[in-house]
DNA sequence: CATGAATAATCCCGTTCGGGAATAATAATG
DNA sequence: CATTATTATTCCCGAACGGGATTATTCATG
């Protein structure tokens, strides 16, 4: 099975938003952030603050400050 | 077995870190950030920029741009 | 203990983030 | 297709980041 790595902090977002009926606006209201960086963050842009970026995922129950995800080699 | 989490970023880093026998000068240099800011990441302060953040990741083949650690309830 | 290395804490400062609002572009719905 | 909702883009601006250097602390090691 080609290349299944897990998704994009913006995707996975984005897909769980959707899964919710949510809007951006919702979603924003609901994490204490901006509809402009619900946008920016489901695209991907790279240079966000870790602590919004935890605001967004803690809507789901998430967080990105425990463990580092392997991208390519050497096992953990 | 109490509390096994998984470790902080700091806590990974700077683990990492010591076992490559690095300072935080030279892993700054390798990364490509600030000594501050090594400094700073070893210690937990939550409001970095995801991208510097995985700058430093980087350097340990390591990433967190991918998938969102569970933290409480709620299965993936 | 003493001494030197490593790390933490501050300071100044350019850069950029993020909020909020307005507008343009895109998608959804009838 | 027409219309509306949703999302993307742009603007202004205060707040915070991160670099680099300096100074204070803490940690190793003998």
């Not at 913006?10 to 919710?20: E, L, Q, W």
């Not at 619900?38 to 991907?44: C, I, K, N, P, Q």
């Not at 870790?50 to 080699?73: E, H, M, T, W, Y």
Request: aromatic share 6%.
């Amino acid at each position: 099975m080609g290349q299944e790595f897990g998704e994009t902090i913006g995707t996975f977002v984005r897909d769980r938003r959707k899964a919710g009926q949510m809007t951006q606006r919702e979603l924003g209201e609901l994490a204490g952030v901006g509809t402009r960086f619900v946008s920016e963050l489901e695209r991907g842009k790279p240079s966000v603050r870790l602590s919004v970026v935890n605001k967004v995922l803690a809507v789901f129950g998430k967080s990105l400050g425990i463990v580092a995800a392997l991208r390519q080699d050497e096992q953990p």
